[in-house]
């Protein structure tokens, strides 16, 4: 049994089989099998080794005509080692003699070979030292693959466990069968992290190394309350979570009666409470939950899973999806986000050095014109339907916004003159996501109906920290001062010009915080659907008075540490009672 | 895998590698695939070192680079043939043509 800790980004409990996706690196761990099984695992490695050999000769028939006399040495030195009988018949007595499962055996082996290859001095020979980590690639990827499962074909619940999970990949999660997510990499607010609290899948993020240590079918169990991921528990362990397990259960179903109930604080004030999305069919859950509109819809997915640009048509299927759950409750659309994937960079003639602050977003959709149009007009199609609002992403000057708003008119003006009905008056926002957005925000404020304020982008900026970075994590933390007193002025700046604004990011759902959001002034929060109910448990126990206190006193701290330690103390009662 | 060492004949050589890149890969493949078509069992020590002469894998790890001095040993059935075939390739000078393709 072994035990490893990250950060908890998802609460829940899942107690389930792994399935281990694409470990690049392919660090074996140490792993025996029981003697009975000892002769599978020699017939896997024999497999293993006909397939390689397979797969090489396929090489050198294909490329034949294509490759120069020194590719062809490397791949016949391959196929050679790939058919030394003495090679396998080593593997196969470590099999035999230590009870090593096969990949185990081919990295023990491969490598004292290796090692002695390159305590050489002659260069010829050291340099065989690659060809043999090759090999041992490639034997592996054969053994590996054959235990791993793609997550299409799943029948039962289970545990995904990677170095980190792509957007793509996460947009073909099918909830029923995906129990738990455990990565490598990861922060508080990677799109792991965003995407588990939104479906409501227990997740644990930057693990280390919990790739390497997981072999595909363990059990593990993925502790999205304490940041544990435990790899074949015995059973007492087993025994421990499940009550555990119930036990939060139970304590779901309790906050699930809230869900008709107002937010409002103990002293009368409403709270707007929206839900974040991705998918249309998180809108039924918001919904569920409590939610009284969409803060954030999120539209990169339909750029992602497609291998197309999308359609107007597709754009506007979306949209309507999720208005038809909330009648005349507010939706706010916000324009593709994207860049530093590979939507944008298949693109490219060269890829950029820095993406994340490079053409992305609203910067890529006003060189992409044609593609920001199509878009726009889904989004005023869906606003003849419903309480449809549009917003920018990653606005960090007046100028992108008064481009936006231009190429809007432009569209609208198409529109009428084709007869396509819209809500002429359909309101336009942007996120305040960058320092210098933040900073001007009483000049932008002037020129649009609303901010949305993404706090994960605003902190990661302003603190210069990548907020999917495991190694920086603990320096990402929104009690900054910097980050307490930008969110004060921006929502000043928005109160002035008189227009609304909401927090979208994940500090909306961060129960430490949310009373300081509120104590600075914010009313409407938007955040992940699983966790509005428990939003709105806090907001129904506390009084604004004390809100502002909070706040007025944090605002006043100069390091982060005073201010979280200050925190705690205060909401103890209010935040650890039921766990 | 077992070999049957039919002690027919035993037929030893004393080798000198010639060639600047020692036995590398060429070579080395050249001899692991001609010595596995022969019925008898052969060996080639270094020193202390005695390897499998039909394994590339042991055969590289002998390191034998220009000036190695190798014994190399054939026995069985068609041990004579063996031993004259395979220490030509031993000792040749240079491997400048590129490998067949297979």
């Not at chain 1, 709270?271 to 991705?278: K, P, S, V």
């Amino acid at each position: 049994m072994e035990i490893i800790k990250g950060i908890a980004v998802s609460p829940g409990v899942a107690i389930c089989s792994a399935v281990v996706l694409d470990a690049e690196e392919m660090r074996i761990p140490r792993r025996t099998v029981k003697a009975e099984q000892a002769g599978a695992e020699v017939e896997r490695l024999k497999k293993a080794f006909g397939d390689a050999v397979r797969e090489v000769n396929n090489l050198q028939v294909a490329q034949a005509g294509q490759w120069d006399g020194k590719i062809k040495d490397i791949f016949a030195v391959h196929l050679h080692f790939l058919r030394d009988k003495t090679l396998q018949k080593q593997i196969r007595e470590l099999i035999q003699k230590e009870r090593y499962t096969a990949e185990y055996a081919v990295s023990v082996v491969l490598r004292e070979i290796a090692t002695h290859f390159a305590s050489t001095k002659d260069t010829y020979i050291s340099e065989r030292v690659t060809d043999i980590y090759d090999i041992e690639r490639r034997l592996l990827r054969h053994l590996m693959g054959s235990r791993r499962e793609d997550l299409d074909h799943l029948t039962a619940p289970v545990a995904v466990v990677a170095h980190d999970v792509t957007p793509t990949q996460t947009a073909s999660f099918d909830r029923q069968f995906v129990a738990g997510i455990a990565t490598d990499a990861g922060g508080r607010t990677s799109h792991t992290a965003i995407v588990a609290r939104s479906l409501g899948i227990p997740a644990v993020v930057a693990c280390t190394n919990v790739t390497a240590r997981t072999a595909a079918g363990d059990t593990v169990i993925i502790d999205g309350h304490r940041g544990t991921v435990v790899i074949n528990p015995d059973a007492a362990t087993i025994a421990e979570y499940q009550r555990y397990a119930a036990a939060g259960l139970e304590h779901l179903a309790e906050l699930d009666e809230l869900a008709h109930l107002p937010a409002v604080t103990t002293d009368g004030v409403n709270i707007g409470l929206l839900g974040n999305i991705e998918f249309p069919s998180e809108a039924e859950i918001t919904k569920l939950k409590g939610g009284q509109g969409i803060g954030l819809y999120r539209t990169e997915f339909l750029y992602l899973e497609a291998d197309h640009e999308p359609t107007e048509e597709e754009h506007y299927q979306a949209y309507r999806d999720v208005l038809k759950v909330f009648g005349r409750e507010p939706i706010t659309i916000r324009t593709v986000d994207l860049g530093a994937d590979k939507f944008t960079q298949r693109r490219r003639a060269s890829p950029e050095r820095n993406p994340f602050l490079g053409l992305r977003s609203i910067r890529y959709c006003l060189q992409n014109l044609s593609m920001f149009k199509t878009q726009m007009r889904a989004i005023l199609r869906a606003s003849a339907e419903g309480n449809v609002r549009i917003m920018f992403p990653l606005v960090t000057n007046l100028m992108e916004v008064r481009q936006a708003k231009w190429i809007l008119a432009e569209v609208k003006e198409d529109m009428e003159e084709q007869g396509v009905e819209f809500d002429e008056n359909m309101p336009v926002g942007t996120m305040i996501e960058t320092p210098a957005a933040a900073l001007t925000a009483g000049d932008i404020a002037d020129e649009v109906d609303f901010f949305s304020v993404g706090t994960n982008d605003l902190i990661q900026y302003t603190l210069a920290v990548d907020r999917v970075n495991e190694n920086v994590a603990s320096l990402y933390s929104p009690a900054h001062p910097a980050v307490l007193h930008l969110l004060r002025e921006v929502l000043q700046a928005a109160r002035r010009a008189n227009i609304g604004i909401h927090v979208c990011g994940e500090m909306a759902s961060d129960l430490e915080f949310v009373p300081v959001l509120l104590g600075m002034g914010y009313d409407e929060l938007s955040l992940a659907p699983p966790m509005l109910p428990e939003v709105k448990k806090l907001i129904r126990s506390l009084s604004l008075a004390e809100c502002r206190r909070m706040a007025r006193k944090v605002l006043s701290f100069d390091t982060d540490e005073q201010t979280i330690s200050y925190l705690r103390t205060e909401l103890e009662g209010l935040l650890y009672e039921a766990s | 895998m077992v070999e049957e060492q039919t002690q027919e004949q035993s037929f030893e050589r004393r080798v000198v590698i010639r060639n600047p890149h020692g036995l590398h890969m060429r070579p080395a493949m050249d001899f692991v695939d001609r010595a596995s078509r022969f019925l008898c069992a052969v060996s080639l020590q270094k020193g202390g070192e005695r390897v499998d002469g039909k394994s590339i894998m042991q055969l590289a790890l002998l390191r034998a680079t220009q000036g190695t001095e190798l014994r190399l040993t054939t026995s069985g059935q068609d041990a004579g043939e063996a031993v004259e075939v395979l220490a030509a390739i031993l000792e040749k000078e240079s491997y400048d043509s590129p490998a067949e393709g297979r």
